[in-house]
């Protein structure tokens, strides 16, 4: 059911999905109360939404902090060649590395940006040693440390 001609998302999915981002354990029966469908037909739409992918996971978010991770860096890099295997590469490389939460493939003046969680400085001066300086199509990458997280927002807009 993704979003296409042939199947788009109506109002009472995006509803359902809305409640969904905001706590995933919503007992379908309530999830029904407050859109207006019975328990069964918000099974069959989310059981219809995790079969087309557009519901990915159901995940906890965590604190990072909590579990001893309290530093997350962002990261330019930019390769040296653009092959579509050299591309391959490096995104097979970027997630291997439990380090390295998102990457993005990006347009611009760097190919990709990171987002890193680590213990310590000295993980991250590891982590750099083991991604880029041991990588010889890796041109240059260019660290940014997050003072504090304002906002870690992980629910897309469904209006």
């Known amino acids: 059911m993704p ?17 969904l981002q905001q706590d995933n354990t ?29 519901i990915q996971a159901n995940v906890a978010i965590v604190d990072p902090a909590a579990l001893g991770h309290p530093i997350t860096i ?8 653009e092959t579509a295997g050299d591309i ?8 291997a590395a439990p380090e390295v939460q998102q990457c993005y493939y990006v347009t611009g ?3 990709f940006m990171l987002v890193v ?7 991250y001066e590891a982590l750099t040693r083991r991604l880029f300086f041991n990588n010889a199509n890796i041109r240059k ?17 469904v209006a």
């Open 109 to 111: 003046d760097v190919d």
């Open 26 to 54: 919503t007992p379908q029966r309530v999830i029904g109360e407050r859109v207006n469908l019975s328990a069964p037909a918000v099974q069959r739409r989310i059981r219809r939404m995790e079969q087309a992918g557009v």
């Open 3 to 19: 979003e296409s001609p042939t199947h788009p998302l109506d109002a009472f999915d995006r509803a359902i999905l809305a409640i």
């Open 141 to 157: 990458f260019r660290t940014f440390v997050a003072m504090d997280r304002v906002k870690a927002g992980l629910a897309v807009p």
């Open 117 to 123: 969680l680590v213990p310590s400085m000295t993980a």
């Open 74 to 81: 962002f990261v330019e890099v930019e390769l040296v060649s």
């Open 88 to 95: 391959d590469a490096a995104k097979r490389s970027f997630l």
